[in-house]
């Protein structure tokens, strides 16, 4: 199946709702052969046009040009879009459950509108009947919106930030994953030279935030899988944090200890003592096959052992995730993983739904060999959760996830993750230390943006390093009302 647009700009809009139905097809910027199966969307002189074909059968649709936005009507781009969708409702039979929406973040929407003076009746329409959202997705949006407020009022204070700490690093490469990350068996030369320089990054972020009057907000340190790096480079690193900020004024403080295979009771002592208060231990399934076809080394024994170890160094703040769609799980299997994970009690539990991003290996070199099971009806054992007293608390989508799906961050009432929320929600600013690192610079309540981005690569990062000390300079440049030039690496 391939995808023709033709009559517009870009045509993205399109393009998009198109891989809701069919998620990997290619885009084309010839027309389909005759008999070829594809989807072709055309903004004519005289009308909007619309054609699937597959199989050699075929179905077309019409509807006239949209009156001009000034004068209340839609761009072409969205009336051929929603042409389009709706051919291809009836065609397949399906009903995406977020409807034509394709951006990653709903719940922002919720506030955007409520911000800018909506009726909840008017955002009810612009979910349901506009975007063909379907009841439960919209209510579980509004509902993270409702409970989300308070939090955001902390977040989104005047010159308020949060500070993210990279660590590309892993053990071994999970089949699903397209994040840039080294394998520390190839690259473990790098580590020391790479923690060395993140040291200073973060002495430097730290003079930056005070030269602009910066409160600290929230610390979050990732990857990659932070365990990867050894007790000793953690405390250096976490030493660092810990000399340049007063932790006792932050509100949350997360480590990903990740990964059984690189995580022990060394390292989540040092967490603990130098300072985080949130950590996440993340299994992704506790089937050891389905362990092993993602190309994890450790079994599901191993995360028990290690989330025994946690709550043994003092950890009571935990989140764990799961991902549904893994190659190989099943409906069954998932609903298994899930029990098991509430069974262990953490504060947090991470649904995440599998996204088939075009750098990983899963699609690569796998994809015609798996066959995934209904990710919906894994999804829907997310009731569990409900009953253990669990609620939804942060929400986000990606392209070309399993059916369309999203990921939803799951907690007891009182743990919820402040950092998850601020990232997705885009309220304050973050200041990101590490190798492809994104600092986003936020002011005047959102009117004012602007990126710095790090080198991607570490070994780029730590070869030009000074350029990456020069580029943090923009920090407080910009909170000056000098806004400078966008840098990226």
């Known amino acids: 199946m391939n995808i023709y647009i033709t009559g517009l700009g870009s045509g993205y809009e399109v393009e998009h709702l198109v891989r809701l139905f069919y998620p990997m097809a290619p885009l084309t910027l010839t027309p389909p052969e005759d008999g070829a199966d594809c989807v072709w969307a055309e903004k004519r002189p005289d009308k ?3 054609m699937v074909r597959q199989g050699g059968k075929s179905q077309t649709a019409e509807a006239p040009l949209p ?3 000034e004068e209340g009507g839609e761009t072409p781009e969205f009336a051929l879009a929603s042409l389009t969708y709706d051919l291809l409702r009836s065609w397949t039979g399906v009903r995406p459950p977020w409807g034509k929406m394709t951006g990653v973040r709903p719940v922002r929407l919720v506030h955007d509108k409520r911000a800018a003076g909506w009726t909840e009746e008017e955002i009810d329409d612009f979910f349901l009947k506009r975007f063909d959202c379907s009841p439960e997705k919209y209510g ?6 409702d409970l989300q407020e308070p939090i955001l009022k902390v977040g989104s204070a005047p010159k308020t930030y949060s500070l993210y700490i990279g660590i590309p690093f892993c053990p071994s490469r999970c089949s699903y994953c397209s994040f840039v990350s080294c394998n520390l068996d190839r690259d473990r030369k790098l580590v020391q030279p790479y923690v060395d320089c993140l040291c200073k990054e973060v002495e430097a972020i730290r003079d930056e935030a005070d030269k602009a009057g910066l409160k600290l907000c929230s610390i979050y340190i990732g990857g990659g899988t932070p365990t990867s790096l050894s007790a000793a480079q953690l405390r250096q690193l976490m030493g660092t944090v810990r000399d340049c900020f007063d932790l006792s004024t932050i509100v949350e403080y997360t480590v990903e200890a990740g990964r059984p295979d690189c995580t022990d009771a060394e390292k989540l002592a040092v967490i603990k003592e130098y300072g985080a208060t949130r950590i996440s231990i993340n299994p992704q399934t506790f089937s050891d096959e389905v362990l092993e076809n993602i190309g994890r080394r450790h079994s599901a024994q191993d995360i028990l052992d290690c989330y025994a170890e946690a709550r043994a160094a003092g950890h009571d703040d935990i989140n764990m995730d799961l991902i549904a769609g893994l190659p190989g799980d099943t409906v069954e299997g998932f609903e298994k993983s899930l029990r098991q994970a509430i069974a262990l009690d953490p504060e947090n539990i ?20 798996n066959d995934y099971a209904d990710v919906a009806a894994m999804l829907e054992k ?17 392209k070309n996830t399993l059916q369309n799906l999203e990921n939803v961050g799951w907690c007891k009432p009182g743990h919820e993750g402040y950092y998850n929320i601020y990232i997705m929600e885009e309220v304050q600013t973050i200041l990101s230390a590490g190798a492809g690192g994104s600092t986003k610079l936020v002011a005047d309540g959102g009117k004012r943006m602007q990126r710095i981005f790090n080198f991607k690569y570490p070994t780029e990062y ?25 840098t990226s690496g």
């Open 140 to 145: 579980m949006a509004k509902a993270i919106a």
């Open 350 to 369: 991470t649904v995440h739904t599998l996204t088939l991003k075009r750098a990983s290996r899963i699609v690569i070199e796998d994809q015609k060999e």
């Open 48 to 50: 909007l046009w619309a």
């Open 67 to 69: 009156i001009p936005v």
């Open 382 to 398: 997310c009731y569990l959760l409900v009953e253990a007293g669990y609620r939804p608390y942060y929400l986000y989508r990606q």
């Open 462 to 486: 730590i070869q030009r390093f000074d350029e990456v000390l020069e580029r943090k300079k923009g920090v407080a440049v910009f909170y000056d009302h000098d806004l400078g030039t966008e």
